[in-house]
């Protein structure tokens, strides 16, 4: 259909195409010429962004191990604070932890002031060994331990060994635990105690128990005072141990020692009436102990590095200086901000050590997609990145002063860096053409719909002077007809019959079409004025059809009819009527004779079926989805020859809608048309 525009309608098109089809144009043209050059900015992009990514990698590393550094120094000061004597318990406080330190030495003018009892052990002993037992001891120990299983022989035999002069002491040690374990069972926890001590207080402790039997007695003699609910004392006798543990000259088993102090210390901090002072304190004391122990293994097992790393005169004053020997990482570092000449040892935890550095670099990496790189560690594991498929290394640094770790750059392959501005070209390219075409089918519509609207306003308005002129013309004769008889004019008895008789057609007329007009706007206000029951349609387009008949049989018609009985659907009455009646008058209205017209109303399985056939003008197939449309007329001879408002097959519509009905047409130019609707049917 032509679009018609009137001024207001070219004046809005104007702006559209000026305010937003041209500039969309001009700037996807511009993006267009933009994307030409994205290969060369690609590769220049990638330049710059692989000096910074290495830049940043390596300040990010060397962040990380400042910080770490930082941290250390910061634990130490706090070792350096720690009470000298572990017996200040009470001073003690919570052992600082460095994430990726497993331990810290501290140094003051050469000597080791942390861990406390390494220092000792350190610089006492030659020999850092569990002392070794003798084998009477070793006997004792296991009959010590087997006694646990098998009371009674044990008891039988320290019975005996009671009643027999001792020969040796070992035999009196022997006979002595035997008879402290006799009393510990019989719940007589004084002689077991009095018997404890002569076994403490004698030589027997460096001369006759090993370090595993000491620690029995101690644990024993522990547990009868917890036994006897003197809380009090059991401190007590656990700091004594502690202090004769610090004060001995010898390394003892660290193992069984730390077995006897955290069975101590677990059952001390559990007593009900400790204050939260001392609990507090034996909490840290526990901890700070078992670090102390931890860290005294630590600088056993690895002397030599720690002799060799003192020894090593390279330093600068806030030098660091790593050694590696398997596994195992220590550094040295030094700080003049104490007193007197502050060095720290520190050993590095590696797995923590390592996360920390290459979090780091994860997030770095992050903001730097697709540049390939590597880091590998010494036996050339990939930690982090991945080699490329064409890989040419531009840079390969050293990062990391505890591992030995290499970082890579890698050439990003030209093929790559087309593809990666060809896809964000291809993307450009889509979303210009997506919004060209976005902006272009907009307007298109806005238009059509535009047009549109223009169109029904004419119709309205078309229909507005055709309505009154329809009104006129049967006003006009029935004016002048009735005029006529007023004036008595008319003698003759059959024009009187004749005259009224027509005033009584045009007044038919007139109704009818009021009738339609009223309908009309009955259908638009909606459903609220129908009355809905339950009719027989077979009935109600019997009526239409003996409204009509006349008319079409006058114009030479021939009619074929079938109403089927019980036809029932739920509707309104006249609304189904007018239906009829307009499907009807529009066969007539649009055969010219000779011709038929079939009406047939049937049930059809759950549908009251309703059609009429005609062998008239037909509906070309462009126009047939316009004909339901409000006003709408054919532009055709026969239509415009033929009275009517465009509003039949719009109440039609209308009313199948709101009767849930169906409407379908098959109709062909020069051989008429059948209009089909079809109603939900009731029983
Ligand atoms: P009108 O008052 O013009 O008849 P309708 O809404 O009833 O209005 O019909 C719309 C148009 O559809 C008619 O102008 C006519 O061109 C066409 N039309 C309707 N029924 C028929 C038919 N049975 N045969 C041919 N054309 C028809």
Sequence with gaps: MPIKFSKNNLLFVALFAGGIVLPTAILSFLSFRNIQNEIFLAQKTFDENRTSFQKEVEEAIAKEQEKIYQETKAAS???????????????????????????????????LIYPDISSRYFYKTAEFSDAVASPIEQQLFQEEQQSLQDNASFIARSMRMLHSPFETKNEQVQNILGLTR?????????????????????????????????????????????????????????????????????????????????????????????????????????????????????????????????????????????????????????????????????????????????????????????????????????????VPDSASVLTQVRISDAFNWEFTLYEKDVKEIRNESRQRMFLMYGLLSFSLITVILGSFFML?????????????????????????????????????????????????????????????????????????????????????????????????FDAVEDIGVEKGLSFHTHFAPNVFVMGDYTALYSLAQNLIENAIKYTNAPGDITINVYNEENRGVFSVADTGVGIPSSEQKNIFNDFYRVGDEMTRSTKGSGLGLAIVKRVAETHKATISLTSKPGKGSTFTVKFKKVD
């Design 182 to 386: 006799l009393a510990y069972k019989s719940q007589n926890y004084p002689e077991a105690l009095k018997l404890l001590k002569v076994l403490e207080q004698h030589p027997h402790l460096q001369g006759y128990l090993h370090a595993d039997l000491t620690r029995s007695v101690n644990l024993l003699h522990f547990e009868i005072l917890v036994k006897q609910k003197k809380h009090q004392e059991a401190e007590d006798y656990c700091l004594e141990v502690l202090n004769q543990f610090l004060q001995s000259e010898h390394i003892e088993n660290i193992a069984s020692a730390r077995f006897f102090f955290e069975e101590a210390f677990t059952q001390i901090l559990s007593f009900e009436d400790l204050s939260q002072e001392k609990r507090e304190a034996f909490w840290n004391l526990r901890s700070n102990f078992n670090h102390q122990l931890g860290y005294t293994n630590i600088l056993a097992k690895y002397k030599d590095q720690f002799i060799e790393l003192m020894d090593n005169e390279y330093m600068s004053k806030d030098g660091i200086l790593y050694r590696s020997e398997g596994n195992t990482t220590l550094f040295k570092m030094s700080y003049p901000q104490l007193s007197g000449n502050q060095i720290v040892i520190a050993k590095i935890d590696n797995e923590n050590y390592q996360n920390r550095l290459l979090d780091r670099v994860k997030s770095v990496s992050r903001s730097w997609k697709n540049i390939p790189y590597t880091i590998i560690n010494e036996n050339n594991d990939i930690l982090m990145g991945a």
């Design 77 to 111: 000061l706090f070792l350096y604070e720690q009470p000298r004597s572990l017996l200040e318990f009470g001073n003690a406080t919570a052992f600082k932890d460095v994430n990726g330190i497993e331990a810290i030495f501290l140094y003051n003018d050469g000597k």
């Design 448 to 544: 059509r719909f535009i047009s549109q609207e223009h169109k029904l306003l004419a119709m309205k308005a078309n229909f507005l002077s055709s309505v009154s002129h329809e009104l006129k013309t049967p006003l006009t004769s029935i004016k002048m007809f009735a005029e006529m008889m007023a004036r008595g004019r008319v003698q003759k008895t059959e024009k009187v019959q004749e005259y009224s008789g027509l005033i009584g057609k045009e007044a038919t007329r007139l109704e009818n079409l009021i009738g339609a007009i009223l309908n009309y706007t009955r259908m638009e206000h909606g459903t609220g004025a129908f009355k809905w029951e339950k009719l027989d349609f077979s009935i109600c387009v019997q009526k239409v």
